[in-house]
């Protein structure tokens, strides 16, 4: 039986310690935290949804892949977490993109895609209001100053 505990002991160092190196290589390498439980990061499928919508504009489709921020879902009156703001600010030359899902008023999605790095002044923010019958359009805004605050607004 020692034997067996002993090797259950290690197997739970060995997961322990690659929880850690993971996260750590997220900071470092993104200079943002890994998701906690609840942050409400997901997956691409909104990124997959909005890139085959028809009505999607085509600088949005053809916008070349750069590292990513995350993709964080927003509750009503939630902030946009500034390790991902810090992240997205943090560019320079590599690009990075920061998806934020959010809901009107009347609880319609309406993501928003900022990118930043090669070719780009400031930040371009792409807006998917296409679910929201309100609006129902894509909107593309150029931000030079180069600043987003933690609602999403360029500052």
């Known amino acids: ?20 190196a993971g996260a750590t290589f997220a900071v470092v390498r993104f200079a943002v935290p890994a998701a906690a439980p609840g942050e409400g990061v997901r997956s691409a499928s909104v990124d997959a949804r909005s890139g085959s919508a028809e009505d999607a504009p085509r600088s949005f489709l053809d916008r070349p892949p750069y590292a990513s921020c995350g993709h964080v879902v927003l509750g009503a009156d939630d902030p946009i977490p500034a390790a991902r703001i810090a992240c997205l600010a943090g560019a320079g030359d590599e690009g990075r993109e920061l998806v934020v899902e959010s809901s009107t008023a009347e609880g319609d ?40 605050d933690q609602t999403g607004a360029c500052a």
Do not use: K, N, Q
């Open 1 to 20: 039986m020692p034997v067996v505990r002993r090797a259950l002991l290690a197997l739970g160092l060995v997961v322990a310690v690659a929880i850690v």
């Open 109 to 148: 999605p309406v993501v928003r895609y900022y990118r930043a790095g090669p070719g780009i002044r400031g930040v371009l923010i792409f807006e998917d209001a296409t679910a929201d019958p309100a609006d129902g359009r894509w909107h593309r805004v150029a931000c030079a100053s180069g600043r987003i």
